[in-house]
């Protein structure tokens, strides 16, 4: 099996080094991951400017390590494209993201508009997160979850233009949960200051709200409920029931 | 009515100004544009750099504008919590882009990662695109459908997390058509180069792939036949299909 793994936290951070240890036994892994951290960057892409790969030593067997100044979706691209054009991989997984992807974060998440690109090429994707900013959680309790997981949702097989939003709560795992996307928002999130010479200036802040706390089927409460959060994700952005 | 435009050309592009000079018969009109062009965005925010506003001189009556050197998502977040703080819009208008936003499109897109966050916060929004990248592509066919398609699409409603994609022909209009997302995918995106020092670099290029080309009810192929395509766009991605 042929494996590509990105993120947007960049590589070296925890997250992805577990997720390339993990994979690794699986099959052929090839990271390809942004040289710096690309949160909030959703399937952003790269016009207009020169992209470069660098190939990193890495210490894992089996696993190959590629740079990029690119963003976490130009890294898939990168990664069907060029580092794996003659052998397209079976299999994209993204993250472990330090932070979690519920709700509306989905939209804004580099490391799902990773996965978005695998579903519009037909690759299974699947990103995980944990529910936590700090680069130092602690994420072992997920690491018997990944293979498993990711084995486990490989034999359902993939709907076309699907792909899967893993989140994990801190701590220990109470179940594992299928979950819809949470109806939310977040607010207060353009904080204003001055800069160095007194211009005003907004940086982002936020605090999240939770337009529906009492359903018991989302993300969210999976989270809050110490549950494993499984969400089957799709990249038509139609409104059925609209239309 | 009060109106927030935003797009991801930036504001001096003919698309946006169109849209402000059809808007302003609406009701009081704030644009908010990135300060330079920000195309394949999608709904990027900005982490951890500070955001600027700048108000600029606008020659439409009942027009202010603003530039920011954030994102089109960036553009709404600062609209709805610093400009127009004390009175929130009643509709975010976006665009009009120059090339189309059908199909796979929309997920890159800039002009419809604002709309998203309209759609977060429950703001109507409505993303106008033009099937053409030219920047001199004559707009004028498209002028009396963006009142008339406004107007009726706030009196039908809007369903909570809906926002609206349109995307017009070049040239004359031969109707309107409610449409889906169509199935399709990027090819040959990553062209490389030889950069000035002789390094290997990529630029984005790419074909795009009609997955079902035989479908009639698809914004592509309203398009091709010439029509305005309208679609109800959500973004809740949740595959219910799946789950």
Known sequence: MRILITNDDGWGTPGIRMLAEEMSRLGEVTVIAPDSPRSGHAACITVGKPLYLSEQDCDIQGVRVYTTNGTPADC???????????ARPDLLVSGINHGNNCSINIMYSGTMGACFVGAEHGVPAIGFSIDSHA?????????????????HLLSEGFRPRMCYNINAPVGEIA??????????????????????????????GGEFVNEEPEAEDTD????????????????????????
Chains 1, 2 share one sequence.
């Open 135 to 151: 680069m130092d959680v602690d994420l072992s309790h997920m690491r018997p979850y990944l293979l498993q997981l990711t084995e």
């Open 175 to 204: 179940g594992v949960r299928w979950t819809r996307q949470c109806r939310g928002h977040w607010t207060k999130e353009m904080l204003p200051k001055a800069d160095a010479e007194g211009r005003t200036c907004y940086e982002l």
């Open 220 to 243: 969210i409460r999976a989270l809050a409920d110490g549950c494993l959060s499984v969400q089957p994700v799709t990249i038509d952005m139609t409104d059925y029931a609209a239309l």
């Open 76 to 86: 898939v691209k990168l990664g069907l494209e060029v580092v794996m054009a003659d």
